[in-house]
Structure formats: structure tokens, C-alpha cells
């Protein structure tokens, strides 16, 4: 067995972790809010209608910044369409999934479930169909103290007190040809920067994130950024990367490097981001947000998105297996690796659309990508730190060489969080941490997500195959673990240390 050796010392800090970079997006899509997060028809609805079986679970991810309504869903979406009465909402013919929107979850059933959920909300404006000045007063109904006719509209709707919603998506996906009202970058950027400043003028605490490049095989993939950040200039406080990534060739080496991509998509934004700002003489530093990022392959075709015209249809339901939750795994470690630029990201989604859990009449599964983020629930507090790692790796077909074992570890108060993914099919692999300057006293808690292969699930008929279970004994002196790992892991070891480390440093501006 080939030993790898990752090297942690207190001084290798990357920035502080931003809490929000473990965030989550539930989009008006298929069954994600009805039968997902609110189905007053459910045995298990609470008296406001949100479906407890599956806050529960979801609360024990402690998503942080929640992205709503969409998604393609926000570019036709008229939020006061969502708001008062039940009863005088319009039922609306919704074009981003050919679906029927009967608009009986809105923008306070939003704020509601996320108060309850110690979510922080993230809403996405309608650049569209909609209008720089509807963005304005969506601002205006959820952060304006009264005495205006719209934060007096939420007030008559059941919120005397503002929502204080501080982060605002300037529209979605706008340079997708399959966006409702996609329109070149030029365009974009004018219609954002009008809307930014119409919704800053209104309440100036706010921040702003900018449609970046929705993929990275479009052909304007970075021009557009460009031409955006450029225009939209210091009105603009991040600016928006997704991604979504799948096994097309069957290849589970090959897919488990696709993390170099998401590492090398992260940083050429971020040198876009320091050329706009350097072209501009700006002090102003644009970070990124990774606002929807997740598997997403088996389902990705016309079909899987077209509700033909009916009321919460089975659309996306992707079901995962162990593969897939160790390349979720790896996405989190490269936004800790990168703690110095992405200060947010969003999980697309929560729930039943490409998501953790899914419900099926009353019942609900747990799929395997749960698993891996519920390892970093508990230990994201801290600063991340450079990991130095040494040992064997291997040449994939598409994304280059990468590390048998992919790192991130993260120093907090008290306490070092490391996170190991084996990405070897076969083999079991054996970790020496070293923690130069770092005394390690004992293991606070150690769990490992692994199955019985690369294609194992959990199905409503066997929910339990994969899971987290207590990693096997690690070998402790002052400075060194010795760690095994089976083959196709991911893995969370947090040691109580003998220091705590005030020294963090801010990020970089
Ligand atoms: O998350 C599903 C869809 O993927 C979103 O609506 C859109 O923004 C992206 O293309």
C-alpha cells in the first residue's frame, strides 16, 4: 500500500471559510418546493405546510445561504404573483419546465421556511421577463421599513418587520441561449447595472452577485464575464459560476479528476476578476459565487425538464450513487481549497430536483450524496489551510494528473478538520497527516462514507448502502495520524489540538 503523506502547518493559511460556501438552492422546479420542501397534503406537513421529514434531514445539513426562486424559473418569474392571499394568486403556465405554477409558496413562505431554518436567504431577481424597477421593489417589499407602498404590502401580508434579505442574484443564466430573455453580454451587463443601482439606491447594504458564464463550453465562456464586470463595475460584489458534471463515459478514475477542472474553473474567474479590476484601477475585489454546482448527467436532456404543461411532475430526479458523492465531496474540498476567493456556493438543489433527498408519496430516501455533506456539516469552522500532499496519483483521460487522494483540511478553534477522498477504485490507502507545528491530542470524531461499489445507491427498497459510518482506529503522536482508508472513500477526521489559533488572516482585497 503506497503511503500518502499531507503536510498541515498553522502558518499555510489560505483565508478564513466563508460559512456560506456551504449553501443550497431550492428552485419553483418539478417537485423541489411542492412535494418537496411544502406539501400541505403530506402526512407529515407542519401547520404551515412545509413537509417535517424533510426539514429535518435537511436540517441537519445546515445549509447557510439558500438560493430562491430559481434557476431558470426566476428569468419569467413576476414575484408579486407570489405574494398575499392564497386564494387570489394566479395559477400561471411557467416556461422554464413547461409546468403549471399555482404560485402558493412565494416570497413569505420563503422567508418563513428559512427563518425557521437558519437559512440565509439568497434571492435571484428577474432579469428577463422583468424589469430593473421590479427588482427595485422586490428589495423595497423585503427590506424597506414601512411607510412605502411595498414594504407596507408585506407588512399587510403578515411581516411588520423587514426580511433583511442581503444577497440578490442580478437575474440567472442570462448568456444561455435557453434562458427566457437571454441577450448578448452588452445587453446583460446594461440591464444588471440599472437594476443594481435601482436595488443599492434602495437599500445600499446590500450585495450583488452578476451572471457569470453558465457553462464553460459555451462559445462566450469568460468574454462574457468580461464585458459584464467591466460594465457592471463596482456595483457588483461576485460574480456567479455553475457547474454540473457527470460520469458520460463510464470512466470512474476519469471522474473522480474532474475536481482539477472545478479547481482550474475557480481560478481563471478569479484572474478575470483581478483583470476587470485591474483594468478599472478598482480597490473594489469581485469574489465568486459557485451558485449551482452539483451531478447532474443522467437527467440532462429536454424531457427530464419539460412538465408538459401539468402541476409538479417528476422532473430531474437524478439517483446517485458512491461516485457521485465522492465528486460532490471533491467539489467542497476545492471551495475550501479556495477560501480566498469563493465565498459562496450554492448546492443545486435540496431537495427531489438533482438533490439529496427525495420523497415519494410520504416516504423519503437519503441518497448517497447526503452523506458526504453531512461529513462537512460540523467542521467548516475555521480557516483553510495549504495542504502539501505527497504520495501516489495517476494520468486521467480528460482532466490530468491528480492525487490518489484528494485533501482539504480547515483549522478552527481548538480543532483541525481534515477531509480525504480516495479516489483509488481498488485499493486501500494509507495517510500519514504531519502537523508541523500543530500538537494533535486525540481524535475528536472520525467517518467515512464508502460502498460496496463505484455504482452503489440507496433506493427506497435498500435506503441504508451507503452512509456514514466511524472510520476505523488512527494512529496518534504529538504531530502525526497514520490513517487508513478503504478504496472509493471520503473521509472526516477532526483532532482536538493543543492550541488555539487567533491568527487567521483576512482576505485579500
Ligand atoms: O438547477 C437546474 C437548472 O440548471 C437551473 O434552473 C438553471 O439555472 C440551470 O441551468
Not at 413569505?108 to 422583468?130: H, R, S
Not at 469581485?286 to 427530464?304: C, K, P
Not at 453531512?374 to 483521460?397: C, D, F, M, N, W
Amino acid at each position: 500500500m503506497d503511503l500518502t503523506k499531507v503536510v498541515l502547518h498553522p502558518e499555510y493559511q489560505i483565508a478564513p471559510v466563508d460559512p456560506r460556501i456551504f449553501g443550497g438552492f431550492l428552485e419553483h422546479i418539478g417537485r423541489a418546493v411542492y412535494e418537496g420542501v411544502y406539501d400541505p397534503q403530506s402526512k407529515h406537513a407542519d401547520k404551515h405546510g412545509f413537509r417535517k421529514d424533510v426539514l429535518s434531514s435537511l436540517k441537519d445539513l445546515a445549509f447557510t445561504a439558500m438560493r430562491y426562486p430559481g434557476g431558470n424559473f426566476a428569468s419569467g418569474y413576476h414575484w408579486l404573483d407570489g405574494v398575499g392571499p392564497r386564494s387570489s394568486r394566479p395559477v400561471l403556465t411557467e416556461l422554464a419546465s413547461l409546468s403549471i405554477e399555482p404560485n402558493q409558496f412565494g416570497t413569505d413562505e420563503f422567508i418563513q421556511l428559512a427563518l425557521k431554518m437558519n437559512w440565509t436567504p439568497m434571492i435571484t431577481a428577474n432579469l428577463g421577463t422583468g424589469t430593473p424597477e421590479e427588482a427595485r421593489n422586490w428589495v423595497e417589499y423585503c427590506n424597506g421599513p414601512v411607510g412605502t407602498s411595498f414594504s407596507n404590502l408585506r407588512a399587510k401580508n403578515g411581516s411588520v418587520d423587514p426580511y433583511g434579505v442581503k444577497l440578490w442574484g442580478l437575474g440567472n443564466e442570462m448568456d444561455g441561449p435557453w434562458q427566457q430573455g437571454h441577450v448578448p453580454a452588452d445587453q446583460y451587463a446594461i440591464r444588471a447595472q440599472q437594476a443594481a443601482k435601482l436595488m443599492k439606491d434602495i437599500d445600499p447594504s446590500i450585495e450583488l452577485v452578476v451572471c457569470g458564464s453558465a457553462e464553460i463550453g459555451l462559445p462566450t465562456y469568460m468574454e462574457w464575464d468580461r464585458i459584464v464586470l467591466e460594465y457592471v463595475g463596482d456595483y457588483a460584489d461576485y460574480v456567479s459560476l455553475h457547474r454540473y458534471v457527470g460520469n458520460l463515459t463510464g470512466d470512474t478514475a476519469d471522474y473522480l479528476a474532474v475536481t482539477n477542472s472545478i479547481d482550474q474553473q475557480i481560478e481563471v474567474m478569479d484572474g478575470l476578476c483581478r483583470y476587470v479590476q485591474a483594468k478599472l484601477h478598482s480597490r473594489k475585489r469581485y469574489y465568486l459565487a459557485f451558485d449551482e454546482w452539483n451531478v447532474w448527467y443522467r437527467t440532462q436532456n429536454a424531457e427530464s425538464v419539460n412538465g408538459h404543461g401539468k402541476f409538479a411532475q417528476h422532473l430531474v430526479e437524478e439517483e446517485y450513487n458512491l461516485e457521485d458523492a465522492l465528486v460532490v465531496a471533491g467539489f467542497l474540498n476545492s471551495f475550501i481549497r479556495h477560501a480566498d476567493v469563493v465565498k459562496i456556493a450554492n448546492l443545486a438543489q435540496i431537495a427531489n430536483v438533482i438533490a439529496p433527498i427525495l420523497t415519494r408519496g410520504d416516504q423519503i430516501l437519503l441518497q448517497s450524496i447526503y452523506y458526504p455533506l453531512a461529513l462537512y456539516t460540523h467542521r467548516r469552522e475555521g480557516v483553510a489551510l495549504q495542504a502539501i500532499v505527497r504520495g501516489p496519483g495517476y494520468e486521467s483521460k480528460n482532466f490530468g494528473f491528480v492525487n490518489t487522494i484528494d485533501t482539504s483540511a480547515i483549522l478552527g478553534n481548538g480543532l483541525l478538520h481534515t477531509f480525504l477522498i480516495n479516489r483509488s477504485t481498488t485499493q486501500p490507502a494509507a495517510v500519514e497527516v504531519e502537523t508541523t507545528g500543530i500538537g494533535l491530542k486525540s481524535v475528536l470524531s472520525a467517518e467515512v462514507v464508502t460502498g460496496p461499489s463505484a455504482t452503489a445507491c440507496n433506493t427506497f427498497a435498500q435506503p441504508d448502502t451507503i452512509h456514514n459510518q466511524k472510520l476505523g482506529k488512527i494512529k496518534l503522536t504529538d504531530h502525526k495520524a497514520t490513517i487508513s482508508l478503504p478504496p472509493l472513500c471520503v473521509a472526516a477526521i477532526s483532532f482536538c489540538i493543543d492550541d488555539n489559533f487567533q491568527f487567521y488572516r483576512p482576505s485579500p482585497s
